[in-house]
């Protein structure tokens, strides 16, 4: 399996997001940052899933 690396940056967006959604509704950044590790998870498992031919 692949590894998925978020950079400095990209890490910092993603905590910020989950900040930003947990003070609209409580629950909400855990839940936001739980399905980027999903989807960040599917990447590494298969990399060439979406492709364009």
């Known amino acids: 399996m692949m590894r998925v690396?978020?950079?400095r940056l990209a890490n910092q967006e993603?905590?910020?997001a989950g900040?930003?959604?947990?003070l609209e509704y409580s629950g909400l950044g855990r839940k936001f940052k739980e399905e980027v590790r999903k989807a960040a998870l599917?990447?590494?498992a298969y990399p060439e899933g979406c492709v364009a031919m």
């Open 14 to 16: 993603l905590e910020d």
């Open 5 to 7: 690396i978020f950079t």
């Open 19 to 22: 900040r930003f959604y947990e």
């Open 42 to 44: 599917r990447i590494a």
